[in-house]
C-alpha cells in the first residue's frame, strides 16, 4: 500500500511513518522543511516531497507524484491560532480543504486526519464524565473550534462524494521531543530529567497525557485499515493532575525540583476524562502504563544529554 504523509516532518509523523514502513509499506511525506532532522532516519526509505498543504498545487503535485492509496493528513499549527487568527485559519482549514479535495480529485477514496480533544473544550462542559464521540464538540480556543469544523468538513466530503475520512482525536501528545502546543505536562518531565527546575503555575491543572508512540500507532492501524466503522475515534489517554504527574517524576528522580505557585486550576482545565471504547474495540490498541511512558521519556532526554540512565526498578 502507498500512503502519502502530509506534514510528516512534525512531532507524529516521522514515528507513524516508520511504523508503516515497519509494516512494509510505501510511504510518502509531503512537508515544507524536507531538511528537518526528524526526518533524517527516513530519508533512505520515505519519498519526500517539498510542499505546503495551503497551496492546492503543491498538495496535487505531492498526491500525483506519490500516487497514494491513503492519504494521511498531519499538517496543522499544533495549539496555534489566538495571536495569528488569519494564519491558523489558512493552514488549518484550508490546508485541511486542500487535502480532502487533492485526494477527491486524485480518486483517492480514503483519508485520515488528526483532529483533537480541544474540540471538547473545557471539562467543566461535561462535569466529572468521560466524553464519547456522541458528545457535541464544545471548542472554547481558534484551534479547537478549526478541529470541530474539519471534522464538519470530512461529513460533507463523506456524504457528498462517498468519500471514507476518518478522524482521530489525540489527547495531549506528551514525549521528549515536544515544543508546541501543550506542553507544561512534557516540561515536567524534561526539565528535570536535564537537571533543570520546573515551575508551574497551579498544582492541580489537569491533563490527558498519551505518549507519541502510542498515537503513533493509533494513526498507523486507522490509516492502514480498508474502512472504519465510525467517521471520528477519542484517542484515549492517562487523567493526571500536574502535582501527580510530579509525584511519578519524583519516584525516579529524587530530587527534582518542581514547584506551583499554587494549589487549584482543575476547574479551568481542559478535557481530561475522554472515552475511548471505540478506538479500542475496533482496533486493539493497548497503551503502556503511563508510568513506564515518563520513565522513558526521562531516559530518552537524559541518553541525548548523556546523563546516566534511572533504572526500571527505581521508585
Known sequence: MRVLVLGGGGFIGPRVMAGLVER???????????????????????????????????VMKAMLETKPDRVLNLAYALGAGEGDPHAAVRLNILGMDNCFEAARLC????????????VYGRQSHFGERAVTEEDPPNPDSLYGVCKAFNERQADWYNKAYQMSITGVRPANVTGPDKVRGSVDHVQCITLPARGQPAAFPNRDTMRLPIHVDDIADVFVRVTIAETTSYPIYNSGGHPVSLGELANQVREFLPDAEISFQKDGGREESGLFLMDNTRLRQEFEVEYQPFRQRVLQIINDVRREEGLPLIEAGRA
Open 107 to 118: 480518486g483517492v477514496r480514503r483519508v485520515v486526519y488528526a483532529s483533537s480533544l480541544a
Open 24 to 58: 512494509s509499506h510505501e510511504v510518502g511525506c509531503m512537508d515544507v522543511n524536507t531538511q528537518s532532522p526528524l526526518l533524517a532516519p527516513l530519508k533512505d526509505q520515505v519519498k519526500l516531497v517539498r510542499g505546503d498543504v495551503t497551496l492546492m498545487d503543491d
